[in-house]
């Protein structure tokens, strides 16, 4: 009986058991938006030969099976379980959007940066490129054999004739376009053939437009390094024969020659047939840079900003085939799809603009070091003003450090003078910005035919509006800001949400008539130098004066053919830029960032200081520097006049360490916000307790700060408070963070955000 049992079921087996005994095909999805875990789909048979990993599928979802959308991360064959698995409906795209590499290094972000995955593939893919944007469906018309073999045997219309000839010629299907202009003829008249049954019809996606043409004329300006510039070389290079990764750290002083290692450095990597990556500031994307590199390469792709979705598109797909070489970029372009990377560079390394302020909250400095790893291939930063994160690392061993600690052909560095304000400020004779040292030297300077450039880091007239009778600060409604006076439109304006007002002549609560307008912002000073050399061009660079695509450009071109001999503005003129004939930097106030509440306000300081004074003294005739502070010897600054880095790292480093601040510990920040002060306040104080409670079970020694008001206790109509965590365990701390944030349930109209690493502590 047994026996015959078995046969029977060896001959027809149970449905489950056939089940057991096959392999399935299945796909791994992340949904674009929605859940954060994976699903896994059968691949019908239809779809088993044009399914690659990095492909988006739609694949029906839910009760309701809709059709959403997903990215495939991973393919394999199984054995079947039993769970029933739904079928994928079709594929979107013609190619794989995310190598294999870029699929694991996008699960890396999501879980270091405490996000969906889903939501870093749809930062990651441009969305010119998920939308194929500047690509058009075009049918493509073919004449099948068999069809061919009868045509004899069939009656036609001339036109028809004439169709059925054009196609009898050709080797590859027609684009209909293309058919029907060779045919003299209308589409219509090809859709009758193909109704008739006697045409094959294809949709295809192709370019709407032309390619970018690549201007390819390298000149080979092989300049000869000096030996530190050699030094630097061999460093980064050493690694790659042997594919080792390594991060160099070269710590080089402004005009050491940095930017010249990394061009024979990535000559080195392509005569290897591989691709490079370089990142830099969005800020410092300027023609200069852009003239630098084609100059030298032939094929760059160039990634700003100011991309259409469809040229970023075609840059994305030459990248991707490997027929463009380098990429220079933002932030986003250490995304970029090379196939056979060799190294990436990231110049500027401190800079804070490298970290999103939106989901994924990513440092592109450290996705791409985890990059950088992963492919094998060697990370080079650099910086005159190394972030500690980095120095820190670089003296651990973590990172090799190099040091470039003179300027190319002997040049002197800027001898760099402070103006003690608190002195200046009691001499009756200057009521303006610029005190009369300051005024003195830049008399000096246009009198010698030199170039000045003047910072001052605050936009507008004057930065605020206060009432001297009744104590009051015009103040943004929705944020907690004090609103910049704006000369030109007469307007009040608040810097974080645009909020504006006319300007107010009284005061609005007590009706005082004489209201002041006080501090500094740019246009201020630019009517104050205006007002104090008449007779020589100035010009303001700050977001406010350069609004219009290519007033940059237009800006620095003036600059530098000393049609302008006064350049005042923000940070945006502090970095990068290479003037010879720039003689004097004046720093109008190097305290403006010295006084806010955020643990890195010392090191900032410190490297705008230090950067704005790299400005000068780049050409023969020398340069120097006039900082005008309120406190000439607070470290920072003390530091930066003597272009020491090495003394200020001495003396912060130490303090960050004593409080647990980064670089000796990870640091999560936690935001939330809603339109009820109450609310809000105790939904952060829930979070708080969960945190800590959450904490204490895995045995996570943090420090929790908060829940307390941001220092901006009210942006854009909404109260924000914040928690801060530190802990020297930095996988721990995001585990304990990630666990204690999946089940919150915030009230109505609360947001929370978790920012890791977080730079903008406001
Ligand atoms: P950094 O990037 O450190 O600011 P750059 O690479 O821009 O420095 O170099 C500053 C200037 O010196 C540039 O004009 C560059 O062309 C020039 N330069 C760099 N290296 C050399 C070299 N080895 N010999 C001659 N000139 C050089
Ligand atoms: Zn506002």
């Known amino acids: 009986m047994k026996a015959e049992q078995q046969s029977l079921f060896e001959l027809h087996p149970a449905p489950w058991e056939e089940d057991d005994a096959r392999e399935q095909f299945v796909a791994t999805l992340v949904f674009a938006t929605g859940p954060a875990q994976v699903f896994d789909y059968l691949v019908p048979p239809g779809l088993r030969d044009r399914i690659v990993a990095g492909q988006r ?14 990215y495939c991360v991973r393919l394999e064959n199984r054995l079947a379980g039993n769970r029933r698995l739904k079928p994928l409906d079709s594929i979107i795209d013609d190619r794989s959007l995310l190598s294999p590499a870029m699929l694991r290094l996008t699960e890396w972000m999501a879980d270091y940066y ?67 202009r060779a045919a003299r003829c209308t589409p219509a008249s090809i859709h009758t053939l193909h109704k008739k049954g006697l045409l094959v019809f294809q949709s295809r996606r192709v370019d709407a437009g032309e390619l970018d043409a690549l201007p390819a004329h390298p000149r080979e300006e092989h300049l000869t390094l000096n030996a ?55 800020i410092s994307l300027t023609p200069q840079t852009e003239a630098r590199f084609r100059s030298r390469f032939g094929d760059v792709a160039l990634l700003h900003s100011h991309l259409t979705d469809a040229q970023r598109r075609r840059h994305w797909e030459q990248i991707a085939d490997g027929r463009v070489s380098l990429v220079v970029g933002a932030r986003s372009a250490i995304f970029a799809p090379t196939p056979n990377l060799g190294i990436i560079v990231l110049d500027e390394e401190h800079e804070s603009s490298f970290k999103q302020d939106s989901a994924p909250r990513y440092n592109a400095r450290d996705v791409a070091l985890e990059r950088a790893r992963a492919e094998k291939i060697p990370l080079v930063l650099g910086s005159a003003t190394p972030s500690l994160e980095s120095w820190q690392r670089a003296q651990s061993g973590q990172f090799r450090l190099i040091s470039l600690p003179s300027r190319v052909n002997d040049r002197p560095l800027p001898s760099v003078a402070t103006i003690d304000l608190r002195n200046a400020y009691r001499d009756r004779r200057s009521r303006g910005a610029i005190s009369r040292q300051l005024y003195l030297a830049m008399d000096a300077t246009l009198k010698d035919e030199g170039q000045i450039i003047l910072l001052l880091n605050r936009r507008g007239y004057s930065t605020h509006i206060q009432c001297p009778a009744c104590g009051m600060v015009l103040e943004c409604p929705h944020c907690a800001i004090a609103l910049t006076h704006h000369w030109q439109q007469q307007i009040a304006l608040c810097h974080y949400c645009d909020y504006q007002v006319k300007a107010p002549a009284v005061c609005p609560e007590c009706s005082f008539e004489g209201i002041r307008y006080a501090g500094f912002g740019t246009q201020r000073l630019e009517a104050e130098v205006r007002a104090r050399f008449p007779q020589h061009t100035c010009l303001r660079m700050d977001t406010d004066a350069m609004q219009k695509p290519g007033s ?211």
Not at 128 to 134: K, P
Not at 140 to 163: E, G
């Open 552 to 762: 940059h450009a237009a800006a620095f071109d003036r600059f530098r053919a000393g049609e302008v001999r006064i350049l005042v503005g923000t940070q945006m003129i502090a970095k990068g830029l290479d003037f010879p004939n720039v003689t004097l930097v004046g720093v109008i106030n190097a305290d403006t960032a010295l006084h806010l509440p955020d643990f890195r306000a010392a090191e900032r300081t410190f490297q705008l200081v230090t950067q704005v004074a790299g400005r000068t003294g780049r050409g023969d005739r020398g340069g120097r520097v006039l900082v005008q502070t309120f406190s000439p010897d607070h470290p920072a600054i003390a530091a930066a006049v003597r272009h020491d880095y090495d003394a200020f790292a001495a003396v912060e480093l130490p303090i960050r360490e004593s409080l647990g601040y980064p670089p000796f510990g990870s640091m999560v920040r936690l935001v939330v916000r809603g339109p009820a002060e109450v609310t809000t306040g105790q939904f952060a104080d829930e979070v708080a307790r969960l945190l800590r409670t959450t904490l204490d079970k895995a045995q996570c020694t943090a420090r929790i700060l908060g829940p307390a008001p941001a220092p901006i206790a009210k942006l854009r109509g909404h109260f924000r408070f914040q928690i801060q965590i530190q802990a020297s365990d930095g996988p721990s701390l995001r585990q304990a963070v990630r666990t204690a944030t999946t089940e919150l349930k915030p009230p109505a109209e609360v947001l929370w955000m978790a920012d890791i690493d977080p730079l903008d502590m406001l």
């Open 228 to 282: 530190d510039q050699q030094r630097a070389l061999a460093a980064i290079l050493s690694g790659l024969e042997s594919r080792k990764h390594q991060t160099v750290l070269v710590h080089g002083v402004t005009g050491s020659g940095k930017t010249e290692v990394y061009i024979q450095a990535i000559q080195e990597v392509l005569r290897f047939g591989r691709q490079a990556i370089v990142l830099v500031p969005e």
């Open 114 to 180: 405490l996000c969906a995955w889903g939501q870093v593939l749809e930062a990651v893919v441009p969305a010119g490129v998920r939308g194929q944007a500047g690509t058009r469906q075009t049918q493509f018309v073919s004449l099948p054999n068999h069809v061919a073999a009868r045509l004899a045997s069939l009656k036609f219309t001339p036109i028809q004739k004439r169709i059925l000839d054009v196609l009898a010629g050709q080797t590859a299907p027609v684009a209909i376009g293309h058919l029907a």
């Open 57 to 70: 599928v739609r694949a029906p979802f839910g009760k309701g099976d809709r059709l959403v959308t997903g």
